[in-house]
Nanobody
Framework: QVQLVESGGGLVQPGGSLRLSCAASGSIVSINTMGWYRQAPGKQREVVARINGDGSTTYADSVKGRFTISRENAKNTVSLQMNSLRPEDTALYYC?????????????WGQGTQVTVSS
């Protein structure tokens, strides 16, 4: 079994910054892609950023130039540095990981951390 635990959400003013972190634990052999998704009230969950094991990244157009995803493979962690936050970034942010565990490849999700951007 694999668990993902997020931290770092909160309330921030427009233009401010937050850093989200996520740690994976359990019977992990290796982790392929790690990423962050978000879901705002009344909207579908959408990808924010993803990072592969080789460090290559992809970003949603709405966050390019403002958000940076990074990972530490040795610690099975992924982080999301969010700068120049906007009210439209308000959402529940979920960590995601594609993990080799117990002989199979599976997709796992964290419980979510709330980010609210408001003055």
């Amino acid at each position: 079994q694999v668990q993902l635990v997020e931290s770092g959400g909160g309330l921030v003013q427009p233009g401010g910054s937050l850093r989200l972190s996520c740690a994976a634990s359990g019977s992990i052999v290796s982790i392929n892609t790690m990423g962050w998704y978000r879901q705002a009230p009344g909207k579908q969950r959408e990808v924010v950023a993803r990072i592969n094991g080789d460090g290559s990244t992809t970003y949603a157009d709405s966050v390019k130039g403002r958000f940076t995803i990074s990972r530490e493979n040795a610690k099975n962690t992924v982080s999301l540095q969010m700068n120049s936050l906007r009210p439209e970034d308000t959402a529940l942010y979920y960590c995601n990981a594609v993990v080799w565990s117990d002989g199979k490849l599976g997709t796992y999700w964290g419980q979510g951390t709330q980010v609210t951007v408001s003055s």
